[in-house]
């Protein structure tokens, strides 16, 4: 089935158009931080260490589910 948006004003079209580029702007501006910080980098370093010698723990452990 197509998705339609035939009934959006031109206003309503290009605030979603603006809403959705902001989000990505915004993320791609949060990434650029986070990888700019070596210690966030030495802790996804350290978390991929864990995981591959197997010191994790599963979400239904630890949030009882």
């Known amino acids: 089935m197509e998705t339609r948006v035939k009934d959006?004003?031109?206003?309503e079209l290009q605030?979603?158009?603006?809403?959705?580029?902001k989000g990505a702007m915004d993320e791609v501006l949060e990434?650029?931080?986070?990888l700019s910080s070596e210690e966030y980098l030495h802790s996804i370093e350290e978390a991929r260490t864990d995981y591959k010698a197997g010191n994790v723990k599963r979400f239904e452990d630890l949030f009882d589910v």
């Open 8 to 11: 959006l004003t031109v206003g």
């Open 15 to 21: 605030s979603l158009i603006t809403d959705t580029i």
């Open 31 to 34: 990434d650029i931080v986070a």
